[in-house]
């Protein structure tokens, strides 16, 4: 034994071979690990707070728009693939919803809550024939100490499904808390949602109760008790609430209406409205003009903040989706190493994307420049595009047939 080994069995540690075999209480093994968060108050914040809404939903649509597509890699080939299983089932998920459903629903816990989970339903030879996603705040995942997840427990009305670990995908962003649940961004913005929540009921609560019409009453005689409670009566019958917002006022007693503006308090108020729309974009990473406000955009300052969402907020997502899908599913349909099959990949095919066409042309005349100076030639160019080679993309300079 080593020294250290007997030193931290003196001092009362415990050997572990790998790090995950202390990670886990012998009582999660067979109950699941609790989940960090109460992912239902994200849903009740997507559904009550309109720039969580705004947020989510433009990434999620945007995502969903972009298709997934399938190629085969061989040694001498890559093209795509649309008739294998894979693609097949990627197009078609399961007899209940589309492909576009799917990712949407991908996207969206993903923001919500950090965390998807997918079933995978698989045929009598183990291969997935259906996809159907998972609502995460009823997912709790089994941890195992040598193989990191045992499985997983789906719970809803009372009762429990117990799934293997190869029945579900789970896509998750980064916790530096947690090594088994994902963060998601609403969870960083999560005081500045109940500022938003709390600032809106005020406004609601204001609007329904309140008899301020922009101004107030004055007059410079003494008015009696009765006097001052008929003309009370009558404002509020005429002035309060916003379904009477805007009538004619007719005054008597010597009264007249003097209009105030906003106080200060007011003006903070929405400033702190404005502050926590901002955080919550901020920490989305959705430009306002991409969510209809203007209030800091021209055209050309718009077209900037669409292609930088596209760049910094939507590809990262993208790949990181791609990364998960051919770790994870790609493997279930069998092994696909051989120079003869090919190995399937899937990618998200952005060359449709009108924001980064501009980006497009510039990487064309890039990778121009590159083949004509030879320092690439085509058929590598084509084979970081995902296009097969050409017979005469090899040499330099090229040389089609005939020339």
């Known amino acids: 034994m080593k020294l250290i080994d007997r030193l931290a069995k003196v001092f009362g540690y415990e050997k572990a071979r790998h790090v995950r075999e202390i990670l886990t209480e012998d009582f999660e093994e067979g109950l699941g690990k609790d989940r960090p968060e ?35 890699r061989t040694a ?32 969206s816990f993903l923001e919500l809550s950090g965390n998807c989970y997918w079933e995978i339903e698989k ?10 996603p998972m609502r995460p705040d009823r997912v709790k995942i089994v941890p195992d100490k040598s193989d990191f997840v045992k499985g997983y427990i789906y719970e809803v009305n009372g009762r429990s499904l117990s799934l293997e670990a190869d029945e579900v995908i789970h896509f998750k962003y980064f916790n530096p808390a947690n090594e088994y649940y994902g963060l998601g961004p609403i969870a960083a913005i999560r005081n500045s949602i109940i500022v938003d929540q709390y600032s809106v009921a005020y406004n609601k609560a204001f609007f329904k109760n309140g008899a301020h019409p922009g101004g107030v009453l004055e007059t410079a005689s003494s008015l009696s008790d009765e006097a001052f ?133 510039v990487k064309s005349q890039v990778q121009e420049r590159l083949v004509r100076s030879g320092i690439m030639t085509i058929n590598e160019i084509r084979h970081l595009e995902n296009l097969p080679p050409v017979p005469w993309g090899d040499t330099w300079p090229p040389t089609k047939p005939g020339e």
């Open 229 to 361: 409670n008929r003309l009370r009566k009558q404002w509020e019958e005429g002035h309060k609430g916003s379904s009477r917002a805007h009538r004619i006022a007719v005054l008597e007693e010597g009264l007249s209406y003097k209009p105030i503006g906003l106080s200060p308090r007011d003006m903070e108020f929405l400033k702190q409205r404005k502050f926590c729309r901002e955080e919550i974009w901020a920490v989305f990473k959705v430009p306002p003009a991409l969510i209809g406000i203007y209030e800091y955009a021209n055209y050309a300052n718009a077209e900037h903040q669409n292609r930088a969402f596209w760049q910094k907020t939507i590809i990262p997502k993208l790949r990181k989706l791609e990364q998960t899908i051919n770790n994870s599913l790609v493997p279930m349909f069998g092994p696909t190493q051989d120079e003869e099959h090919g190995r399937w990949v899937a990618r998200f095919d952005g060359s449709a994307i009108d924001a980064l066409i501009e980006d497009e042309n």
């Open 123 to 132: 045929d009598a030879d183990g291969v997935p024939t259906a996809i159907y």
């Open 76 to 107: 001498k080939i890559v093209g795509e693939d649309s008739e294998c299983r894979l693609a097949r089932l990627l197009s078609a998920v399961n007899p209940h919803i589309s492909s576009y459903d799917l990712w949407e629903a991908t996207a």
């Open 38 to 72: 109460n992912y239902e108050d994200y849903a009740i914040a997507y559904s009550q707070v309109v720039w969580v809404y705004a947020c989510v939903s433009t990434i999620a649509t945007a995502i969903a728009g972009i298709p997934l597509r399938t190629y085969r």
